[in-house]
């Protein structure tokens, strides 16, 4: 009954922005780790960030930081990807991933997630 909603996603052209937004429901969202994740055509899934449920502390990709930010609003359940500075080389599908775990760890990127979204494209082409 865990659902998570990906939304926001959508084509913009390099350097502009998009928030995406990832509704929980079935769960509370202040006991769950969140990660978004992204696979691109032909390549591994790739970890993006991933927020704590314990200190709300977070944790980046090299390849997005500075850029990035992830956010959550436990009020609204939702969990929030503010991507700035958008490259060609962002475009992928991204996913909302939830687990119940206080912390995200160090090895977050690579360890299991119970509950997965649908998706979102993310297209940034000139």
């Known amino acids: 009954q865990v659902q998570l909603v990906e939304s926001g996603g959508g084509m913009v052209q390099p350097g502009e922005s998009l928030r995406l937004s990832c509704a929980a429901s079935g769960l509370t969202l202040n006991y769950y780790r969140i990660g978004w994740f992204r696979q691109a055509p032909g390549k591994e899934r790739e970890g993006v960030s991933c927020?704590?449920?314990?200190?709300?502390?977070?944790y980046y990709a090299d390849s997005v930081k500075g850029r990035f930010t992830i956010s959550r609003d436990n009020a609204k359940n939702t969990v929030y990807l503010q991507m700035n500075s958008l490259k060609p080389e962002d475009t992928a599908v991204y996913y909302c991933a939830g687990d119940p775990a206080p912390w995200c760890g160090a090895a977050w990127a690579t360890s299991r997630f119970r509950s997965w979204g649908q998706g979102t494209q993310v297209t940034v082409s000139s």
């Open positions: 927020i704590s449920s314990s200190d709300g502390s977070t």
